[in-house]
């Protein structure tokens, strides 16, 4: 498959393509950006919101974009670095999104999660250009920060423990580092981090980064990442409800025994 950047014609046939009942509009005139609905079909939809808060008010209907970090090629996969990309892949084949068009140096799917339209992305810019590829995708289809999901590895969280957080810094993740820098400096968007470890010793970080799991590492990553699944299901469908909260307390001791 060729990474030249797709036209918005080429991202609007795969859209169809999809057959998604409710898509977004590639049109680069923003006032002409509008829903579309899926052809030959006449069932009425009804647009679900997603909630970015309680304490909102108002109800809105507003896509997400959910981007995994990681690095292209078969030689990183399965690597500590990547578990970015493994979650967006989850979350694809949860959902039945075919991740099959390149836009904007990114790899990316259409689709739904419940009635909420999700745009998944794979920067294919490596790791620490990956930024190039998510600030220009977020700004074409007008995606506001707090609808602007990342996922990445941390290592400052114990293997298999994930977080949810609304904002933060980079935490020295030059992956996350770079989409802040391509978000104009902006810190204000949600990130799932999922814990990695840290490197044994005296190892090298770049070392323990690129390097696979253990066969015990290896089952608390997949456990993580179908429960990562649902977290993120429940922060598209409810936002940063009570549920999130209770998401975050397990999961901050759910290796502590008894």
């Not at 896509?63 to 670095?81: F, V």
């Not at 608390?220 to 990442?225: E, H």
């Amino acid at each position: 498959m060729s990474l030249a950047m797709a036209t918005p014609t080429t991202t609007t046939a795969a859209a169809a393509h999809l057959a998604s009942p409710l898509l977004f509009s590639s049109s680069p005139d923003p006032r002409r950006r509008r829903p579309l609905r899926a052809p030959l079909r006449r069932t009425r939809i009804a647009v679900v919101a997603s909630v970015p808060d309680p304490a909102d008010k108002p109800v809105e209907y507003t896509p997400w974009l959910i981007a995994g970090l990681g690095n292209p090629g078969s030689k990183y996969q399965g690597t500590r670095h990547n578990v970015g990309f493994e979650m967006v892949d989850r979350i694809a084949r949860d959902g039945g999104i075919t991740m099959n068009t390149i836009q904007s140096k990114s790899l990316l799917g259409v689709g739904l999660i419940g009635e909420v339209p999700v745009l998944l992305i794979k920067p294919q810019s490596y790791m620490n250009y990956c930024g190039e590829a998510i600030g220009p995708l977020a700004a074409y289809y007008q995606v506001p920060l707090r609808h602007i999901l990342v996922i990445y590895d941390d290592m400052s969280l114990p293997n298999g423990v994930l977080r949810v957080q609304r904002k933060g810094g980079h935490g020295r993740h030059n992956g996350l580092q770079n989409v802040i820098e391509h978000l104009d400096g902006c810190r204000e968007f949600p990130r799932l981090s999922i814990g990695i470890g840290s490197p044994p010793g005296k190892m090298d970080t770049r070392a323990f980064l690129l390097q696979k799991f253990s066969s015990e590492e290896r089952i608390q990553i997949d456990t993580a990442l179908e429960q990562g699944v649902d977290a993120v299901r429940t922060l598209v469908l409810k936002g940063f409800s009570g549920s999130i909260e209770r998401f975050n307390l397990v999961q901050k001791y759910k290796f502590n025994k008894a």
